[in-house]
């Protein structure tokens, strides 16, 4: 099929030349126009034809990606919003991150029946488990199973990025190591800190490769993060855990408030899976905690760190039939402004 080239009046004084045609020929007009040779046609500009704008189709990469978060039980108001012990939530800072690089979320209700999940997981290119606090019961349970739902997806060569960030980091670990125990104590509750790189030649295919070199250097001087945590994992432990160092690749160490160091950035050896102690969302989306960075390196840190999940979920083969996305989305649900009631978040997605 043949495309016509547009053609558009030049915006002048002149009166439009479709204006001066007489009306017997008004039918004919669409056809006049197509006639008439290009030189003729004074005042006319030639725009490109829309298939020289068109991207090349890549069918590697998919430009409308849909990231699944799994929501964790509670309000994450302390009560303030919601009491129902079905209740969980979303920060709507984890949505915003996503959506900041161009992508949009479902989320995956932690108690909803399985077949659910399934089917919510069918729809999405990316996962992602935010922080939180509770390491047991069905939250644990749903963790696990979507875990292994993106291990399986990609030991089948079915491309599934999962971002977790600090418990999820933390129920990863648990769940990686099938030791519930391996977690240790850290004083790292509200605490900007900086992060550390021990091995640069690990970053290579990982979220830091698109860093400036700059702004590496200003992460391990600067305190540009946010952390929020009373457990972590030493570099130590990790790597005396064959399950665990044979999973991972440690890219940045952190010290908490007494200078103890522990593991802040993993990546996967195998899969495109990577955690972080720390939580870039907070930099641009939260304003509740005074320790939150809110530098213009701080902020980039985030949009390197979203860019770059996001970047991962565009290669997924998957491919969501449209009206089911629409029907799953978070945009179904309204976020609640909860930064006046509580310091945690400023708006909530709640799930009653
Ligand atoms: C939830 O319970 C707490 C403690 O009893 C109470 O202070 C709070 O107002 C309740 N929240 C709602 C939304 O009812
Ligand atoms: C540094 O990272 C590279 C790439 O992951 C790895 O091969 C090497 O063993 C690491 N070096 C140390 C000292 O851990």
Not at 73 to 96: E, H, L, M, R
Not at 261 to 286: G, L, N
Not at 307 to 336: C, E, G, H, M, W
Request: glycine content about 6%.
């Amino acid at each position: 099929m043949g495309t016509f080239p547009v053609r558009l009046l030049a915006c002048s004084k002149q009166k439009p030349t479709v204006q001066m045609a007489s009306p017997h020929l008004l039918p004919f007009l669409p056809l006049l126009l197509l006639l008439a040779p290009s030189s003729a046609a004074t005042g006319v500009i030639q725009l490109p034809s829309a298939r020289a704008c068109a991207a090349p189709p890549d069918p590697a990469v998919y430009d409308r990606p849909v990231i699944g978060i799994v929501s964790h039980p509670g309000d994450g108001a302390s009560g303030k919003i919601s009491n129902g012990t079905a209740t969980s939530y979303i920060a709507a800072s984890y949505v915003k991150f996503i959506e900041s690089a161009g992508a949009r979320v479902i989320p995956l209700i932690y108690n909803e029946p399985e077949e659910r999940l399934l089917e919510k997981l069918s729809l999405v290119n990316g996962v992602l488990f935010t922080g939180g606090s509770q390491k047991s019961g069905i939250y644990f349970e749903t963790i696990k199973k979507v875990f292994q739902y993106v291990v399986d997806k990609n030991d089948a060569g079915v491309i599934l990025p999962l971002f977790a960030q600090c418990l999820g980091f933390e129920l990863i670990s648990m769940i990686v190591s099938k030791d519930n125990n391996i977690l240790e104590s850290f004083s790292a509750s509200n605490q900007a800190s900086t992060l550390q790189f021990p091995n640069y030649s690990s970053l290579e295919g990982s979220v830091f490769e698109r860093f400036h070199p700059d702004l590496i250097k200003k992460l391990s001087t600067s305190c540009l993060v946010m952390q929020n945590h009373k457990y972590g994992i030493s570099p130590k432990r990790l790597r005396e855990n064959g399950a665990l160092s044979s999973f991972f690749r440690i890219l940045t160490t952190s010290p908490d408030e007494n200078g103890e160091v522990y593991v802040s950035t993993v990546q996967a050896q195998k899969y495109p899976i990577t955690c972080t102690q720390w939580h870039p969302e907070k930099a641009i989306f939260e304003w509740g905690k005074p320790m939150i960075p809110h530098s213009e390196d701080a902020v980039q840190v985030t949009q390197n760190f979203a860019n770059y999940f996001v970047s991962q979920a565009r290669k997924s083969p998957n491919r969501p039939p449209a009206d089911k996305v629409l029907d799953n989305l978070i945009y179904n649900y309204s976020p609640t402004f909860s930064g006046k009631t509580s310091k945690s978040f400023d708006e909530v997605y709640i799930f009653s």
